[in-house]
């Protein structure tokens, strides 16, 4: 059992970058494998991103895809999504999530822990 905390989000204009970071504290992190949703205001978490137990292997929705990038330090107990040429579609709440399903896990059910998000807002 992990818990996670997101951080990094900010306000940006169109165009620019984000790095956000989810720090877990446990001694089962490399144990799971990590993505990361966002929920606008009015509508369901989306898939963002996930990456394997040891790092080797992404998905990426295709919204993401070309722009963001996953990536995770076990040494660390870190995982991070860099986020470039961010559009205002792209504001929500951003979260990371852990889970033990294999075969990029895309869906809310896939994940079983979850952060308490953090707040990008993409301005035009």
């Known amino acids: 059992q992990v818990q996670l905390v997101e951080s990094g989000g900010g306000l940006v204009q169109a165009g620019g970058s984000l790095r956000l970071s989810c720090v877990a504290s446990?001694?089962?992190?490399?144990?799971?494998?990590m993505g990361w949703f966002r929920q606008a205001p009015g509508k369901e978490r989306e898939f963002v991103a996930t990456?394997?137990?040891?790092?080797?292997?992404?998905y990426y929705a295709d919204s993401a895809k070309g722009r963001f990038t996953i990536s995770r330090d076990n040494a660390k107990n870190t995982v991070h999504l860099q986020m470039n040429s961010l559009k205002p579609e792209d504001t929500a709440v951003y979260y990371c999530?852990?889970?033990?399903?294999?075969?990029?896990?895309?869906?809310?059910?896939?994940?079983?822990?979850w952060g308490q998000g953090t707040q990008v807002t993409v301005s035009s």
């Open positions: 999530a852990s889970t033990y399903y294999s075969g990029n896990p895309s869906t809310v059910r896939d994940y079983i822990t």
């Open positions: 446990g001694r089962t992190f490399s144990n799971y494998g």
């Open positions: 990456i394997s137990r040891n790092g080797r292997n992404t």
